[in-house]
């Protein structure tokens, strides 16, 4: 069992192991009654049908039916009957012989997709424990990396015995044929995804979210962030149903809310190669029980997916942030709503919670030494032994002076970091490769546009030229971007130091401007608060200090002689501040060159795919980095520019302006950041590193 603990600051134990021993079938039809974490007096357990009939009888949902009533003038008995489809239709159903057939071939799923399922034990034996005697209620809320999150969740609670939680779930898994009524015995409550304007669509389900919150004795699991991380980094959370749950505690009948945060983090996420063409504007395919029957060719191969590390944080209390006072005033107002700064700072105690507890592996650290290799030195061979070194160097580097989270910690002995690379590669062996002569490869993975549908392309139409570089970089860029959780800071500041030294208030002011920029785009809390900004980044700084990745001298910041160590940093983040930029200057030139076009976030995602596409083979500057497509990426750059003020969203014509002063000084600033291009771009250096044979596939296909 030594082998399936790993020595972090937690104890990870591979649950598969005894599964591995087991009969399926008699482990998932064996005796049990699984824990119920809510401890609630018989009297206040409500099962589905006193669930819906209170949620019907509610005062709010009464009103909302009566004004639809007077303001329409369709019949309440019409009105009634589509609440009560409306509620049925979201309701949960749980049901321990549905879950128990499932969990025979999801166990079996599981041993075949992946090698090993880490689970930080101890912690979960301690949550499972403090539920038997707490009356609080819980709510897990996972990071959300692939489908296969809330499939996991529920596979580990039942493994360990406690009960499958209420689960939010989209609409798309609802109209599955089959497949949505079974989801919804294992738990899942569905949520249509848009019912802003439907008035009494939104008191019912704030009504049943708040009766499952106060009368269910399962926990409630919803996904902060929303939507997968297609980049496979944390995205903004989302405040509606975080909001709800939070109201509900106001009511008083639940003493406090926790909420468990869970870092998911997959060697090989299921979805890896959809990723990358979503991110490229190819839609994703609609969900459907056909789709998943597909999808089942993922089982072909064994262990094709590695490894999960699956890390429970510590419980946020709700309690701390709804005081007494809130509570009285929800007494005497009750439309009160709880402060959207109250809800705001729970989501992103969550959000910092999925980052801290973020397991890196292997790959991760291949990957970046990958992308600064072919950008730097493409036409020197990457051999098994110099990347040993390079590994070895930056490994060290992540864990002792970021303290990240790595799923080997070994970082001396040579053989055993070789052993470390070769079995991390084993899941990636469609993407990357040693060839005969123990050089590193990266195999083509786009198979020719015939497979993509350009009628409902999100961006722009890119070429063939284009995609067969682009879907292996923004490959190599899924694996390198949860290390950001750990670098972003640091590499900020490599963006801010000119080469014959930068005052240090100047490097301060670029450093602020900077991370303001890119709160969304790394979930960074806002801070206002210049001391704590300037104590932020001198933790950053003293880091780059000590591997004399800087040095300081008369009040000046030098690049210092670990020049391995900036390059990496600096060109990890330039991407980033290339698409700012390049979104600055199409907006300033907005008129002049699309005149036809109105300016709305639609069109601008088209307009700046079309402009990189051109700046990378046309221009050696400004977006060389083919992740300079991806269409997230140009979503989270407009939500920055929104929130600075830089455009606006014009109502009456649906469409957006800009202030243009504010524009011209952003690019100004920009302009003058000391960035420093690497010596190679994707477009030539790619190919020099692609492996032949399956360049030898593409052309026979």
Known sequence: MLEDKMELNIEFVDMLENRRKDCDL?????????????????????????????????????????MIVKTTGVRIKDVENNANIMINEMASKADLATVRWLGIFITKAMKRMFSKIYINESTLVN???????????????????????????SYILFSYDMALPNIAAGMDFYNMKIVGELLRKTGAFYIRRSFSNDILYKQIFRSYVNTIVNHSDRAIEFFVEGTRSRSQKSTMPKYGLLSIIVESLLQGDVPDIHF???????????????????????????ESTSGLFRSLSILQKPFSHGRIFFNIGEPIHASRFIDRSYRQTKVLQPSFKVPSLVVENIAYLIIESHKKNTVLMPINIIALLLNERIQTK????????????????LKNFVIGSLNALMCETETSDNDKIKQEILESLKPHDEFLMFDSSNVLKIKQRHKGTKQINYSNIKGYPLSERTLQIAVPAINIAIYINPTLTFLVQAALITATIENNGTQIDTALERYELLRRLFSIEFVMRPIEDKALIKAEWEKSLNILL?????????????????????????????PFVDVVYVMCILLSEWTERTSSVELTDRTILVEMQKEVERLLFETKDWCQHPYCLSLDLYNTTWSSLLSEDIIAYQKHLNTYQTDKAKLARLISILRELPLRRPTESYVDAL???????????????
């Open 26 to 66: 008699f482990w998932a039809t064996r005796p049990m009654n699984p824990l119920l974490p809510h401890m609630l007096p018989p009297e206040s357990i409500y099962n589905r049908e006193k669930i819906i009939q209170a949620v019907l009888h509610d005062q709010q949902v009464r009103s909302a039916i009566d």
């Open 127 to 153: 949550l499972k424990k403090e539920t038997q005697i707490s009356q609080v209620q819980y709510i897990y809320v996972p990071s959300h990396r692939s489908y296969m999150d809330f499939i996991l969740l």
């Open 260 to 286: 468990i945060p869970m870092s998911i983090n997959y060697e090989r996420p299921p979805e890896e190669l959809l990723f990358v063409y979503e991110m490229l504007g190819v839609p994703k395919p609609k």
């Open 378 to 393: 493409p036409k020197e061979p990457y051999t098994l032994d110099s990347l040993i070194t390079d590994y070895r160097w």
């Open 546 to 574: 000590s591997q004399n990745c800087l040095h300081t001298a008369n009040d000046l910041i030098f690049i210092g002689n670990n020049t391995k160590l900036f390059s990496i940093l600096h060109n990890v983040i330039l």
């Open 687 to 701: 190919p020099l590193v692609i492996s032949a044979s399956s360049m030898d596939v593409q052309a026979k296909l």
